[in-house]
T-cell receptor, first 116, second 117 residues
Framework: DVKVTQSSRYLVKRTGEKVFLECVQD?????MFWYRQDPGLGLRLIYF???????EKGDIPEGYSVSREKKERFSLILESASTNQTSMYLC???????????????FGDGTRLSIL | AQKITQTQPGMFVQEKEAVTLDCTYD???????LFWYKQPSSGEMIFLIY??????QNATEGRYSLNFQKARKSANLVISASQLGDSAMYFC??????????????FGKGTHLIIQP
């Protein structure tokens, strides 16, 4: 089974802090994703990566950056945390699309981040 | 315009009844995939079922089936013989295949399903 591990289930930080959310997958997947989930809004894509050191903006990248130095690890960075970034953050991974279009994204358990 | 619309914010269903969760989508891409995920209160996202735009038959996975009506751009999830453990949030999502890069999913806002004994 695919395992996507997020470093923290719950995290509390202060406004203005630099925050790192870490995600590791063990299936050698090329593609990795960061989403945020808010009540009534569903999941929204922040950033994704299709290879080491490659990154692409999703639908809501403002206030975030990412890092992918190794294939198995994808980090989400809040450069200067603000209260409107209080949310649930979900990491996912997937094989490169190619001919495998029916393969789903596999998600971690999520990090509930509170910015005070 | 929303790409994925789930019109039912919440549903109450009696145990053992069949459930239909609605999902309509909007795309001009001829090649796309539709996914359904379940999210229990514990928070993990569980993949349920997939339907490709070129698939001739409706997808089925155990008690889950997908009522795919391409002309209507509809991909409703059907759960047969509902169980208490089916209580969760359910999300419909779409991937458009003509885009480049790593093809992120576009999610609907979800339906909160509660199964009553």
């Amino acid at each position: 089974d695919v395992k996507v591990t997020q470093s923290s289930r719950y995290l509390v930080k202060r406004t203005g802090e630099k925050v790192f959310l870490e995600c590791v997958q063990d299936m050698d997947h090329e593609n990795m994703f960061w989403y945020r989930q808010d009540p009534g809004l569903g999941l929204r894509l922040i950033y994704f990566s299709y290879d080491v050191k490659m990154k692409e903006k999703g639908d809501i990248p403002e206030g975030y950056s990412v890092s992918r130095e190794k294939k198995e690890r994808f980090s989400l960075i809040l450069e200067s945390a603000s209260t409107n970034q209080t949310s649930m953050y979900l990491c996912a991974s997937r094989v490169r699309t190619g001919g495998m279009r029916n393969q789903p994204q596999h998600f971690g358990d999520g990090t509930r981040l509170s910015i005070l | 315009a929303q790409k994925i619309t789930q019109t039912q914010p919440g549903m109450f269903v009696q145990e053992k009844e069949a459930v239909t969760l609605d999902c309509t989508y909007d795309t001009s891409d001829p090649s796309y995939g539709l996914f359904w995920y379940k999210q229990p209160s514990s928070g993990e996202m569980i993949f349920l079922i997939y339907q490709g735009s070129y698939d001739q038959q409706n997808a089925t996975e155990g008690r889950y089936s997908l009522n795919f009506q391409k002309a209507r751009k509809s991909a409703n999830l059907v759960i047969s013989a509902s169980q208490l453990g089916d209580s969760a949030m359910y999300f419909c999502a779409m991937r458009e295949n003509s885009g480049g890069g790593a093809d992120g999913l576009t999610f609907g806002k979800g339906t909160h399903l509660i199964i009553q004994p």
